[in-house]
């Protein structure tokens, strides 16, 4: 009877380990280096003249600034060709020109881009500290740009603490039509350190309405307005100042006429 051959341990395992392994590693050290010169090949070709930035395409809001100004104001700050160029540092570098509020910035093969423009519409003006005027946006964002650009000589202007702009936007928006019994615009609002708000109407007369929620402020000052005109048609005296902090009522100050007066005659308490 035949003996069987039982397999020797070389025979089952097939290709010896160290075999196997030297293959997988001569694999991966292939596709590495595949990948390596794909890598060079890639940064060489994006180096090429070709891909270098040759033409700005501007579209969307240029009343301000023409097309012509903005590149010329961007593209010293854009640095790269066409695959290198930072988009964000891009758009960073239009919205960095005046007027630009926002811009969107894309790459057009092989060597272009398309840049859409908003620009800032002015709804008020800013004080700040150092007496250089700034302008708000219909968004209520405080930007730099020239004032003199503007070609609206009536917009009010507005003074808070940072970050209040906004509020301060809406505020005026608010109390501005409450003012038309008066016959007098708002030509400016500002509030205090610690929120106190006061108005100065385009006649010149100041009223401090105080602090508390724009609600607040505005049914304060739309009861003043209902009964001073009585006040000043009494006395036939413009109006100089008038003080809404009161609990209950108000105080005026008429040209010629003494606060003290005025409070004594009545002044349709609140």
Known sequence: MAR???ATPQRAAGVPADVRLMNAGAVVFAALGALALAAVAALWLARQPVFA????RVEGDVARNSAATIRAAAMPRLAGNFFSLDLRSAREAFEAVPWVRHAVVQRIWPNRLAVRLEEHRAAALWATEEGED???NTFGEVFDANP???EDDELPLLSGPEGSSARLLGLYQRLRPLTAPLQMGIAELDMSGRGSVSIELEGGAVIEIGRGSDDELAARLERFVATVPQVIAQHQRPLVHADLRH???YAVRLKGVTTGGLAAAGTGRK
């Open 247 to 249: 609990n209950e009522g």
């Open 4 to 6: 069987r051959k039982t």
């Open 53 to 56: 930035l040759r033409a700005i």
């Open 148 to 150: 003199g650009d503007v």
């Open 134 to 136: 700034k302008l708000v």
